[in-house]
């Protein structure tokens, strides 16, 4: 019923840009709230952004505020996660995840994922 495809990954240089696209279908889009998340070898799942066209948009993470944008294509029903001044410390596989649900950071919140997008910065 819902699927969700994860696109945009990639080996990129520090201080370059990425933006990744998380594609869903047109009702997913304008009846979910779209959550991006990313995991780092070793480390915990974390959320990036969370979206919905009723509840705006949140932030999690400060280290990323400002460098990393969420936003919607509706032309393209995708929810896309601009990546700039990316760090080493970015390196992670990232997902998107889909909720009936509010505006939330919780992996456990979210019932949808995306197979995730490999994203390397290399020093």
């Known amino acids: 019923q819902v699927q969700l495809v994860e696109s945009g990954g990639g080996l990129v240089q520090s201080g370059d840009s990425l933006r990744l696209s998380c594609a869903a279908s047109?009702?997913?889009?304008?009846?979910?709230?779209i959550g991006w998340f990313r995991q780092a070898p070793g480390k915990e799942r974390e959320c990036i952004a969370s979206t919905r066209d009723s509840g705006g948009i949140s932030y999690y993470i400060d280290s990323l505020r400002g460098r990393f944008t969420i936003s919607r294509d509706s032309a393209r029903n995708t929810v896309n996660l601009q990546m700039d001044s990316l760090r080493p410390e970015d390196t992670a596989v990232y997902y998107c995840?889909?909720?009936?649900?509010?505006?939330?950071?919780?992996?456990?919140?979210?019932?949808?994922w995306g197979q995730g997008t490999q994203v390397t910065v290399s020093s």
């Open positions: 047109r009702r997913t889009f304008a009846a979910y709230t």
């Open positions: 995840a889909a909720r009936t649900g509010g505006l939330s950071n919780q992996q456990g919140a979210y019932n949808y």
